[in-house]
Nanobody, 125 residues
Framework: RVQLLESGGGSVQVGGSLRLSCTIS????????MGWFRQAPGKEREGVAE???????NYADAVKGRFTISKDNAKSTLYLQINSLKPEDTAMYYC???????????????????WGQGTQVTVSS
């Protein structure tokens, strides 16, 4: 059974940075499309970034230039580097995966099969 475990969340001030990590318990990690989503209180879960087997990346417009998704296949770990944090970045962040080497153009929940439990990011001014 595929399991994903996020870590790295926390409370930071505006302008700060965090690096989120997500480990996946799956031998064929490199064949997955992996993504990060977030959900703020009272809002829908939204996709923020994704990376395919070939390391091509895609970002939501709201985070372009501040978020960087990457992965280390040897460690079966997905990362999300978040810089220049804003209060509106406050949310629960989830990693997700699907056994498909490519990702679709839109980062949508319905296209991902496996989900982690989330890690909280809180940005204060």
């Amino acid at each position: 059974r595929v399991q994903l475990l996020e870590s790295g969340g926390g409370s930071v001030q505006v302008g700060g940075s965090l690096r989120l990590s997500c480990t996946i318990s799956e031998f064929w990690y490199s064949d997955y499309c992996m993504g990060w989503f977030r959900q703020a209180p009272g809002k829908e879960r939204e996709g923020v970034a994704e990376i395919d087997a070939g390391r091509s990346t895609n970002y939501a417009d709201a985070v372009k230039g501040r978020f960087t998704i990457s992965k280390d296949n040897a460690k079966s770990t997905l990362y999300l580097q978040i810089n220049s944090l804003k209060p509106e970045d406050t949310a629960m962040y989830y990693c997700a995966a699907v056994l498909r080497p490519y990702c679709y153009a839109r980062i949508e929940q319905k296209d991902f099969t496996y989900w982690g439990q989330g890690t909280q990011v809180t940005v204060s001014s």
